[in-house]
C-alpha cells in the first residue's frame, strides 16, 4: 500500500509564500514523476507542475516564475515553493506520483490567497 501525506497549506495573503510538502510512504519500489495539481472551486483539476527522476521540471504558464517544485529522491518526498501568491492560487493541491507499482493521489491541502 501506497500513501502520500500532504502538508503546508494554509491561508496566506496575497504576495505572500507557501511550501508544500508531500512525503510517499509504502510499497513504492521506484517514483518516476511527481506532480503537483489543483483544483478550485467550479474548475476542472489542473495540472500545477511536475518533476521527474532526473529532476526536469515542467510549470502551468500561470505559475512560472513564481513557484519552484523540487524532490528529494532519499526521503521521497517532493515540495512545492510558491512565492508571490495571488488570489487565483486559491485552492485544493494535490500530489500525484507514477511509479512502478502504479499512480497514487494524496488527500489535497488547501490553500486560500486572501488578504
Known amino acids: 500500500q501506497v500513501r502520500l501525506v500532504e502538508s503546508g497549506g494554509g491561508l496566506v495573503q496575497p504576495g505572500g509564500s507557501l511550501r508544500l510538502s508531500c512525503a510517499a510512504s509504502?510499497?513504492?519500489?521506484?517514483?518516476?514523476?511527481m506532480d503537483w495539481h489543483r483544483q478550485a472551486p467550479g474548475k476542472q483539476r489542473e495540472l500545477v507542475a511536475s518533476i521527474t527522476s532526473d529532476g526536469s521540471t515542467n510549470y502551468a504558464d500561470s505559475v512560472k516564475g513564481r513557484f519552484t517544485i523540487s524532490r528529494d529522491n532519499v526521503k521521497d518526498t517532493m515540495y512545492l515553493q510558491m512565492n508571490s501568491l495571488k488570489p487565483e492560487d486559491t485552492a485544493v493541491y494535490y500530489c500525484y506520483i507514477r511509479t512502478m507499482a502504479g499512480d497514487y493521489w494524496g488527500q489535497g491541502t488547501q490553500i486560500t490567497v486572501s488578504s
Open positions: 509504502g510499497n513504492i519500489f521506484r517514483i518516476y514523476t
